[in-house]
């Protein structure tokens, strides 16, 4: 089947704008063809992207010159449409868009070999080896989202607190801490490692910029037998000059709950999709040591 070009068109709204206020309004949705139900002369489409999904309605005697290419979609097909917001009841949102125009981008193989609407589940090494189509399963895609929420609202905490955001090298010529396993790698045909911690230069940063943050990756070469155990981690590390240690206890206190809160409030309905009841822990935190940690 022949694919349309996207020429001058452009996303107008994410699917989950698309609500009852927005009656009689024009809209352009891009996405993928989620589902198909046809009924005689009448088709409906729903048309899902990274926010969640709307119902297209399409009728033949309006769209004769592409409805037979709307009947043969595949699940995934990534399509454009253009369309009238329309308030009805017979929709789980109290809305759909009356299809005016067309196009279909790029078609999706088939059979799937997972399925996203996640109908039937998939098995672990299916999921890994498709990670692009799992990873837009509504119960996968809201993790990204609320990751990307405790990022941002970690970020507005330490810029409201007068911490400086650096950047430090993911390529050292020596380890930064002891005891732990490095990757080498060739640089140049010198030795070089992955870093395992920023912890050196995060402490030589404060001599300048007093208070510093960085979040970034860092590699741990040390094989485990568990699932929870990998060799590659996004770390959030902070250092202070002119601070005690309870200094840096007391910003973790004030951190923590900021960052649940913020993804209470911001991440409702991801929380909802995942039937997570998000608590917001009370500050102060109480202080164990290492020590204690070990006998317990």
């Excluded at 699940?75 to 253009?82: L, S």
């Excluded at 189509?133 to 509504?138: A, E, F, G």
């Excluded at 990757?183 to 995060?202: E, G, H, M, N, T």
Aim: glycine letters at 4%; aromatic letters at 10%.
């Amino acid at each position: 089947m022949e694919l349309d070009n996207l020429e001058n068109w452009r996303k107008s709204h994410y699917a989950n704008e698309i609500t009852p206020k927005s009656d009689g309004k024009k809209v352009v949705l891009m996405g993928w063809m989620r589902e198909i139900r046809l009924h005689g002369k009448l088709a409906f489409i729903v048309l899902a992207d990274r926010s969640g999904d709307c119902q297209i309605t399409i009728k033949e005697e309006e769209n004769s010159k592409f409805f037979e290419k709307i009947r043969s979609l595949n699940r995934e097909d990534v399509i454009a449409v253009k369309g009238t917001v329309k308030k009805t009841k017979q929709t789980v949102r109290g809305v759909e868009v009356l299809l005016s125009d067309f196009k279909l981008l790029n078609r999706a193989q088939t059979p799937l070999p997972l399925d996203v609407a996640e109908k039937t589940p998939a098995l672990f090494d299916t999921r890994l080896d498709n990670r692009v189509l799992d990873l837009r399963k509504p119960k996968v895609l809201v993790i990204f989202k609320i990751r990307g929420e405790i990022l941002r609202a970690a970020r507005e905490y330490f810029a409201k607190n007068n911490f400086m955001e650096i950047e430090t090298p993911k390529i050292i010529a020596t380890a930064t801490e002891g005891g732990a396993e490095l990757f080498p790698v060739s640089y140049f045909d010198k030795a070089a490692f992955l870093r395992q911690s920023p912890q050196l230069y995060k402490e030589l940063m404060t001599a300048c910029f007093e208070k510093v943050f960085e979040i970034g990756p860092i590699f741990r070469a040390e094989p485990s037998e568990t699932t929870r155990h990998i060799a590659e981690v996004t770390q959030m590390d902070i250092e202070i000059g002119f601070a005690t240690e309870e200094d840096t206890w007391e910003v973790f206190d004030d951190l923590i709950p900021y960052i649940y809160s913020s993804v209470k409030k911001n991440c409702a309905d991801e929380l909802k999709i995942l039937s997570a009841d998000l608590k917001v822990p009370k500050a102060p935190f109480k202080r164990i040591s290492y020590t204690d940690t070990i006998k317990e």
